[in-house]
């Protein structure tokens, strides 16, 4: 961020002109290509969760959650009835467009309207959802909402330290990393060093046309396997 100087000869940061805050996000669904993002609803939602969570052998999946995984359809049916009555953090499930079925939940949480920053968090992907073009069609849906629909100025990561998969996913996804809060929370009966990611909106565009080429059709072959890495996309064209 390049300084300016006031009168006194300090270092001051770019100005921002015609700046007002943002809205809050309203609460709807957000349709893509592959999945449709949907505003958090147990009634609708909880059986098709809980078969798709069912998937996984264990709850490793679960262990960087501030929640356990639930036990039951009733255990599971509670938590999203609890997740689904919040507005911060405002929960989607992420629908599977060919089958019809919700398959994941993540949400939009640290909803700042005044200053235009907003996360996304509790991201709960099952093993019908991972590593399949519809996660990253999720991830890209909602920070297409921050920053195109609703004009944030900054889009934020959170991880614990420990949690390996969720750094390399928010580094894959084109989050830049800013640091290392130590002891910053305390959850389950243990300390959490958290580890803050960002993108902000001069970066976007770069990282949404980089989103939309990898998630056209022709990047996936027959077997739906990508022809070529998001990252890839990130670099300059050579035409």
């Not at 957000?30 to 999945?35: K, P």
């Not at 297409?144 to 998969?165: I, V």
């Amino acid at each position: 961020m390049p300084a300016r100087h006031n009168e006194f000869g300090q270092s001051i940061g770019p100005e921002v002109p015609g700046w007002t805050p943002r809205a809050l996000p309203p609460r709807r669904a957000i349709e893509g290509r592959y999945c449709r993002l949907e505003p958090l609803d147990a009634a609708r939602h909880a059986d098709d969760l809980y078969a798709a969570y069912a998937q996984a052998p264990d709850g490793r999946d679960w262990t960087y959650l501030f929640v356990e995984r639930p036990a039951d359809l009733t255990a599971t049916r509670a938590h999203l009835e609890r997740a689904a009555q919040t507005a911060d953090p405002m929960h989607f499930a992420v629908i599977d467009r060919q089958s019809g079925h919700a398959v994941g939940t993540l949400a939009l949480m640290r909803i700042d309207p005044a200053h235009g920053a907003i996360e996304v968090g509790s991201v709960t992907f099952s093993p019908l959802l991972k590593q399949t073009p519809m996660s990253t069609e999720a991830q890209y849906l909602l920070m297409k909402f921050a920053f195109d629909e609703l004009g944030y100025r900054r889009y934020e990561w959170k991880c614990d330290n420990f949690n390996e998969p969720s750094k390399r996913a928010a580094a894959r996804l084109g989050f830049q990393y800013e640091g290392l809060f130590r002891q910053a929370v305390v959850y389950k009966g243990r300390s959490r060093d958290t580890a803050w990611f960002s993108i902000i909106d001069s970066e976007w565009p770069v990282l949404r046309t980089a989103f939309e080429r990898w998630l056209a059709p022709e990047n996936f072959d027959a077997q739906g396997r990508q022809r070529m890495a998001l990252d890839k996309f990130r670099l300059p064209r050579a035409d």
